[in-house]
C-alpha cells in the first residue's frame, strides 16, 4: 500500500509549482519577445523603435481680426464658432455651434433680451436664449436644448434664427451675455 501524502504537502506543492512556473514566464519575458514571433511583424509592427507620441489636443481657434476689443461675444458665420471676450481681450472660452437657418449680417450687435426657456421654432425645448439680432423679420439668439441634444435638420423652408450650443457652452454663454454685452458676427 503507498504511503499516504498529507493535505498540506500537496498544496505546498502546487503553490511551489505555480512559483516555479511565473519564474519561468517572466525570465522569457524579460528576455523580450521569442525570436520567430518577432521575426515575423504583425499588422501594428512599424519600422521605429520608439512609442507613437499621444496626441495633443488642438490649439484653441484665434479669436478673429477685426472683431473689436474689450469684453464681448464673438460669432464667426465661417467657422460656426463663439468666444467670449473678457474684459482685458483674453479668450475665456470657445465652442462651435449649430446655426440657424437665418443668419445676422457681419457687424456689431448688442445683447438684447433674455429668455429663461421656450419651445424653439424647431419644437424642441430650449433654455438660456440671449436675442441679439433681427435678420429678415427673424430674431437670432444663442440656446442650448433643456435635454442637451444637437438640433434636427431643419425642415425645408424653414426659417430658424436659433444658434443652438451644447448645453454647457449655453450656460456659459447665459452667465456671460447681460444686456447690452456687445456681439460681433464676423464672416
Known sequence: MPARVPSW???SGLTVGAIAAVTVLAAQA???PHPVA???PGPTASASASPSPTPKAPPP???PDGSGTGRRIVYSLGQKRVWLIDASDAARRTFTVWPGTVSPAPGTYQVGTRTEATTGSDGVQVEHIVYFALQ?????AFSNAVDGSSPPPPAAGSTTGGIRLRKPDGTAVWDFATPGTPVTVVG
Open 38 to 40: 518577432s521575426a515575423q
Open 61 to 63: 481657434a484665434a479669436v
Open 136 to 140: 429678415d423679420g427673424v430674431s437670432v
Open 30 to 32: 524579460a528576455q523580450g
Open 9 to 11: 504537502a500537496w498544496v
